[in-house]
């Protein structure tokens, strides 16, 4: 598995046992924090492609897991509907370009 191929959601084994969770964050891009929640954080820009740490060996990458997450009936459909609406807002712009142009 390459660095690359994380995504959020799934859990970071590092050398020296501990886990993480791989997450997105919004200033420093997709990152890792502890699981236990003590609110440390690692950014995966100090990882090589190959998931080994730049500085230290004990926060290697050695394993990853990912749990497929379900989504109720009720998160398909609130999915469905944004997909429509992005549809709709992509037609719309369209016509509004047609009308413009007229």
């Known amino acids: 598995?390459?660095?690359s191929?994380?995504?959020p959601g799934m859990i970071v084994t590092y050398r020296n046992g501990r886990q993480r969770e791989v997450y997105l964050d919004s200033y420093r891009g997709l990152s890792t924090r502890f699981i236990n929640s003590y609110g440390h954080s690692m950014s995966l820009k100090d990882y090589s492609d190959d998931l080994t740490f730049k500085e230290k060996t004990?926060?290697?990458i050695v394993e990853v897991t990912w749990k497929r997450v379900e989504k109720t009936p009720k998160e398909l459909e609130?999915?469905?509907v944004r997909v429509e609406m992005e549809a709709l807002t992509k037609r719309l712009k369209k016509l509004f370009k047609c009308l413009l142009n007229i």
């Open 1 to 3: 598995m390459k660095k």
């Open 5 to 7: 191929d994380l995504k």
């Open 58 to 60: 004990d926060f290697d």
């Open 78 to 80: 609130i999915e469905a």
